[in-house]
């Protein structure tokens, strides 16, 4: 995948290791299908510097969301967790938030 910024500086490296890597490998596995990407607000920082949100779509991301914030039940997506290991979001993981 092609991307404007210079190969080899860490916003490039970033956006590749996000697209690619993580979203990249579930779509492989889900067959395309649309997701939801659930970040928290460290998260979301680090997608929302490297990443553009037709990025984001390009990889079947339909919904971005922040764990830390209410939100609607979308049980015909499937999601994507991209959270930090902080007690705050585990917690709001392990509660379905």
């Not at 210079?6 to 956006?15: I, L």
């Not at 299908?33 to 779509?57: A, F, H």
Request: aromatic share 8%; hydrophobic share 40%; glycine share 8%.
């Amino acid at each position: 995948m092609a991307y404007d910024e210079d190969h080899d500086s860490f916003r490039a490296f970033t956006k590749r290791r996000i697209l690619d890597d993580m979203l990249g490998k579930v779509s492989k596995q889900l067959g395309g299908e649309w997701k939801v990407l659930i970040v928290d607000p460290v998260t979301v920082r680090v997608v929302s510097s490297s990443c553009g949100m037709s990025d984001l779509t390009a990889q079947g991301v339909s919904l971005v969301e922040n764990i830390t914030l209410g939100r609607q039940p979308q049980p015909h997506l499937d999601a994507v967790y991209f959270i930090s290991p902080s007690p705050a979001s585990v917690a709001r993981l392990g509660s379905g938030f």
